[in-house]
């Protein structure tokens, strides 16, 4: 599947503001370069490795705060070349809603 680095450069921007990050520091926990990182966010890299965006993807996707499944999904929705940034928008909220609602009727369980 072809990787859309725009909507992945703005996953990753927001994910690193969230946790409060410089990209000095996100490279210190991906080994990505900071220069790699940039290109990224800006939505201008090109030609990036598999193991780079591999290291991206699971830092954006592991966070101690996050639900874990459903931030996957939505990196999944957001790297889609098929998808316009409106439509991923669209199917991340419905998969969310989809996962909460299902998650909370196992837990009353």
């Known amino acids: 599947m072809p990787i859309n680095i725009a909507s992945l450069g703005e996953r990753l921007r927001k994910t690193r503001i969230e946790r409060?990050?410089?990209l000095e520091e996100v490279k210190d926990q991906t080994g990505v370069s900071v220069a790699t990182l940039s290109r990224i966010e800006r939505g201008s890299a090109s030609n990036i490795k598999s193991n780079t965006m591999d290291s991206v993807s699971l830092w954006i996707a592991t966070d101690s705060e996050s639900t874990g499944t459903p931030d996957i999904v939505e990196l999944h929705l957001r790297a889609d070349k098929n998808l316009d940034h409106e439509s991923a928008d669209a199917l991340a909220k419905l998969f969310r809603t989809a996962?909460?609602?299902?998650a909370s009727r196992m837990d009353a369980k």
Do not use: A, S
């Not at 996962?99 to 299902?102: F, G, Q």
């Open 20 to 22: 409060n990050l410089t």
């Open 99 to 102: 996962y909460k609602t299902l």
